[in-house]
């Protein structure tokens, strides 16, 4: 085992207290932490760091991790690009009851209708 202290310098962004929680409770199988340490690497720009505690939180049925991992894959930020693969997290998000990824998925099927 390694303490908090010990690794804390090594990490690539700055972290408050609370971050430091959010972390300490991810690392300890936490679904809601995963996600959030997994946003706050995406948003400081550490997409392959935000993808591993994205995908922890995805293991775990976490809707909100599912509908960014989808963000993930359609922008290409730390995965390579795909759009399939995007929606397709983005639609498990949306059956799962995530508001958000079910606008998402109405605004693609709208959009695609109006092609035809």
Request: aromatic content about 10%; charged content about 20%.
């Amino acid at each position: 085992m390694v303490s908090l202290a010990e690794v804390t310098p090594l990490i690539c962004v700055p972290l408050n207290r609370e971050d430091l929680d959010f972390l300490v409770k991810a690392d300890a199988g936490n679904a809601d932490a995963q996600n959030d340490i997994g946003q706050l690497f995406s948003n400081a720009g550490k997409p392959k760091i935000a993808l591993y505690w994205l995908e922890q939180a995805v293991r775990q049925g976490h809707a909100d991790a599912m509908q960014w991992l989808g963000r993930c894959y359609i922008g290409g930020e730390g995965v390579p690009k795909n759009k399939n693969i995007g929606f397709m997290w983005i639609a498990k998000a949306a059956a799962h009851g995530h508001v958000i990824a079910q606008a998402q998925m109405q605004d693609s099927f709208t959009f695609r209708m109006q092609q035809f």
